[in-house]
């Protein structure tokens, strides 16, 4: 049974940065890849950004602009969200999820088209954006 953990969440001013951790156990086999997701109160669930089981391909959502960074740590079976420039509508619960696929390229296309995703749910850790 995999487990995905979120931690990193919490109180930034805006502008400000966070980094958010997705620690993954329980996997045993390769190919997964682990995607940030983001819901704000009220709003669906969106994809924000993914990165493949190697770590050698990545994936954001246009409104990232460059801002956040995504990146895995194998040994530590660890996915970080760099959050750069946060603004006060960023404020949002932020998920991540593993799903398997060879590429995460096609991960927001088919995301938005299904609403849902194939593997796991993390519980999920709290952004708050204070202006």
């Known amino acids: 049974q995999v487990q995905l953990v979120e931690s990193g969440g919490g109180l930034v001013q805006a502008g400000g940065s966070l980094r958010l951790s997705c620690a993954a156990s329980?996997?045993?086999?390769?190919?997964?890849?682990t995607g940030w997701f983001r819901q704000a109160p009220g709003k669906e669930r969106v994809f924000v950004a993914a990165?493949?089981?190697?770590?050698?391909?990545?994936q954001y959502a246009d409104f990232v602009q460059g801002l956040f960074r995504i990146s895995k740590d194998s040994a530590e079976n660890t996915v970080y969200l760099e959050m750069n420039s946060l603004k006060h509508g960023e404020a949002a619960g932020y998920y991540c999820?593993?799903?398997?696929?060879?590429?995460?390229?096609?991960?927001?296309?088919?995301?938005?088209?299904?609403?849902?995703?194939?593997?796991?749910w993390g519980q999920g850790t709290q952004v708050t954006v204070s202006s």
């Open positions: 999820a593993d799903e398997e696929r060879g590429s995460v390229g096609r991960w927001y296309i088919d995301y938005h088209r299904t609403g849902s995703i194939s593997g796991s």
């Open positions: 329980g996997r045993t086999s390769s190919g997964y890849a």
């Open positions: 990165i493949s089981w190697s770590g050698g391909s990545t």
